[in-house]
T-cell receptor, first 112, second 112 residues
Framework: RKEVEQDPGPFNVPEGATVAFNCTYSNSASQSFFWYRQDCRKEPKLLMSVYSSGNEDGRFTAQLNRASQYISLLIRDSKLSDSATYLCVVDLAGAAGNKLTFGGGTRVLVKP | DTGVSQNPRHKITKRGQNVTFRCDPISEHNRLYWYRQTLGQGPEFLTYFQNEAQLEKSRLLSDRFSAERPKGSFSTLEIQRTEQGDSAMYLC??????????FGNGTRLTVT
């Protein structure tokens, strides 16, 4: 089992619709969680951190489920510009400290 | 611009040659990470530093790869005797402990 896993997609989403996807992680001691967005052939850019109580930033909502060890990202009122790969990042606590590990990414395609 | 800087942006080399990449992190960040990314995959962890100490190196990394951060500021990643399978985007990121990663533009390596 991979340490951080995502459904690769693609998720084909009509413009204006809502889409949600998850990221599962293996280490129950993980403390830090982030969602990044990556456009083709560009570096990842931070979308939002994920807090224990869940958090929202405009049309984006992130949730953490510690019991089932996953985080989620929900995008409301999808825009064409939301088309991208969404990467989750989780710290994997180890003996030397917490290394930040990526999932494989979920590709989202928003269509008119 | 005080973001993360990587050089060179592109590198084309022949199989068997050595290459070295440089990363200048955000100055107040004590953590520095190296990742490798191939098309359609999420960034794969290579190694990371806290100040000048290398805390962890991926088991996937062969002995041909070495990274340094001699004064706790910039870092170099060297690949010896390059192979075609080393062709990838090499991403550097920096952060404070527990905080999100800030990425450079990456170095795209092509081994012919």
């Amino acid at each position: 089992r991979k340490e951080v896993e995502q459904d690769p997609g693609p998720f084909n989403v009509p413009e204006g619709a809502t889409v949600a996807f998850n990221c599962t992680y293996s280490n129950s001691a993980s403390q830090s969680f982030f969602w990044y967005r990556q456009d083709c052939r560009k570096e990842p850019k931070l979308l939002m951190s994920v807090y224990s109580s869940g958090n929202e930033d405009g049309r984006f909502t992130a949730q953490l489920n510690r019991a089932s060890q996953y985080i989620s990202l929900l995008i409301r009122d999808s825009k064409l510009s939301d088309s991208a790969t969404y990467l989750c990042v989780v710290d994997l606590a180890g003996a030397a400290g917490n290394k930040l590990t990526f999932g494989g990414g979920t590709r989202v395609l928003v269509k008119p | 611009d005080t973001g993360v800087s990587q050089n060179p942006r592109h590198k084309i080399t022949k199989r068997g040659q050595n290459v070295t990449f440089r990363c200048d992190p955000i100055s107040e960040h004590n953590r520095l990470y190296w990742y490798r990314q191939t098309l359609g995959q999420g960034p794969e962890f290579l190694t990371y530093f806290q100040n000048e100490a290398q805390l962890e190196k991926s088991r996937l990394l062969s002995d041909r790869f070495s990274a340094e951060r001699p004064k706790g500021s910039f870092s170099t990643l060297e690949i010896q005797r390059t192979e075609q399978g080393d062709s990838a985007m090499y991403l550097c990121a920096s952060s404070l402990v527990g905080s999100p990663l800030h990425f450079g533009n990456g170095t795209r390596l092509t081994v012919t």
